[in-house]
């Protein structure tokens, strides 16, 4: 039961350096999302992905891009990395309201990223 | 932008105590969520709540959502070591792209055998 897969699980760049993060869930749901985690703050919106080719920024999407390459796939990059970029990155899954779920969301096992 | 304040940020206590975390928002939600999430992993939902006033139990644990559908409580009654985590409440709001978490800050709760 794989779920939600991320990659790579850590990663260490220098400032400057661009990276992709990947994520691929295997629920068949529509929405995707990718958080960040730092101490003390939860856990912040960056995008989300309400279905296939579409995209939307959420409370902090500055530094990053977005690909919804397919339903399955999410991905979150880096352009120029900054040092105010380390966290623990999040991507998460959820079905449609329309299902009549509750809004349960999926979480993958996290991508630590520090930059130097 | 919808705040979730969750209090307090950390715990420590002995098994056998009880305990409640709090999370309060000036802003009204669909429904809340609680996660719990363990190192190296992401968080896992316990529980949702939907309707104002609403109660819900999970062997020891007691979810109550608030009247007015805008804070909650989780009540971990004889705390157990295996009870130790971050807890995450979540505000749920739906628009046309899906469902939207606002997360709190997190209770990171320790404890002691």
């Known amino acids: 039961n794989a779920g939600v897969t991320q990659t790579p699980k850590f990663q260490v760049l220098k400032t400057g350096q661009s990276m992709t993060l990947q994520c691929a869930q295997d629920?068949?749901?529509?929405?995707m999302y990718w958080y960040r985690q730092d101490p003390g703050m939860g856990l912040r919106l960056i995008y989300y992905s309400a279905s296939e080719g579409t995209t939307d920024k959420g409370e902090v999407p500055n530094g990053y891009n977005v690909s919804r390459l397919n339903k399955r796939e999410f991905s979150l990059r880096l352009e120029s990395a900054a040092p105010s970029q380390t966290s623990v990155y999040f991507c998460?899954?959820?079905?449609?309201?329309?299902?009549?779920?509750?809004?349960?969301?999926?979480f993958g096992e996290g991508s630590r990223l520090t930059v130097l | 932008t919808q705040l979730l304040e969750q209090s307090p940020q950390f715990l420590s206590i002995q098994e056998g105590e009880n305990l409640t975390v709090y999370c309060n928002s000036s802003?009204?939600?669909?429904?809340l969520q609680w996660y719990r999430q363990e190192p190296g992993e992401g968080p896992v939902l316990l529980v949702t709540?939907?309707?104002?006033?609403e109660v819900k139990k999970l062997k020891r644990l007691t979810f109550q959502f608030g009247d007015a559908r805008k804070d909650s409580s989780l009540h971990i009654t004889a705390a157990q070591p295996g009870d130790t985590g971050l807890y995450l409440c979540?505000?749920?709001?739906?628009?046309?792209?899906?469902?939207?978490?606002?997360f709190g800050g997190g209770t990171r709760l320790m404890v002691k055998p």
């Open positions: 802003s009204v939600f669909s429904s």
């Open positions: 998460a899954s959820s079905e449609t309201v329309a299902s009549g779920n509750t809004g349960e969301l999926f």
């Open positions: 979540a505000g749920v709001t739906w628009n046309n792209a899906g469902n939207m978490l606002t």
């Open positions: 629920m068949n749901h529509n929405s």
């Open positions: 709540v939907v309707t104002g006033g």
